[in-house]
């Protein structure tokens, strides 16, 4: 099994010849889709969905019904490549997913919310959960969280509470493009201070794997 870290909010799991990549936006290079067998969206937003990136490959689609609508408008050829999930639904784009949730985070009380379901995916014995832009846990046991650390919807003590309440003994930095790197170097010393020596924190470079 392999995990590798792209830009942003974008990773991709690898495992048995199947190649997951989950949220490819504008922040993502290309490459992070090269050979990829699905690719999954979270949520609609342009750091995590970005059309060109999935006209340029051939790999099927799979993500909720509003994104689904704004794929058949910003690029109808992806149609045929698409399948719409339900929150809580079971299905298999080459490893065993679930998604998780309804609905992003608050930005703010006068903006409206959007549609946003996770991802837990079981790759061989390892269960590695995306959760999009939102802090909605997937209510059991987690390997590694893919842990959004910076957002204009998100606080550093909410950041660290998810990863507390979620409990993977490994978390993978995501969201952490829109902070300079003292920011994040901030950020970086809570999640080392306050998870503990049980639970892992790593923040890498865009192509490295965990």
């Not at 837990?120 to 802090?135: C, I, N, S």
Request: charged share 25%; proline share 9%; aromatic share 6%.
């Amino acid at each position: 099994m392999r995990i590798t870290k792209f830009g942003h909010a974008c990773v991709r799991v690898e495992h048995d010849g199947a190649a997951l990549v989950i949220d490819p936006g504008m922040f993502t290079d290309p490459e992070a889709l090269d050979g990829a067998t699905a690719v999954l969206i979270t949520h609609e937003h342009p750091d995590h969905y970005l059309p060109d990136h999935l006209l340029a490959v051939a790999a099927p689609v799979f993500t909720i019904d509003a994104v689904a609508r704004r794929i058949r408008e910003d690029a109808p050829a992806v149609a045929e490549r698409l399948t719409v999930v339900a929150p809580g639904e079971d299905f298999d784009p080459g490893l065993p997913v679930r998604a998780v949730g309804e609905r992003h985070a608050v930005i703010h009380p006068d903006l409206p919310r959007f549609d946003n379901s996770g991802y837990l995916v079981a790759a061989g014995g390892t269960r590695v959960f995306h959760p999009g832009d939102a802090l909605t846990g997937p209510g059991e046991p987690v390997d590694v969280l893919c842990a959004p650390v910076c957002a204009p919807w998100l606080k550093a003590s909410e950041a660290v509470d998810f990863a507390r309440e979620v409990g993977a003994p490994r978390n993978l930095a995501i969201h952490d493009r829109i902070y300079s790197e003292a920011g994040l170097g901030i950020v970086d010393g809570h999640f080392g201070l306050l998870l503990g020596d049980d639970q892992e924190y790593v923040r890498l470079p865009d192509g490295a794997d965990l």
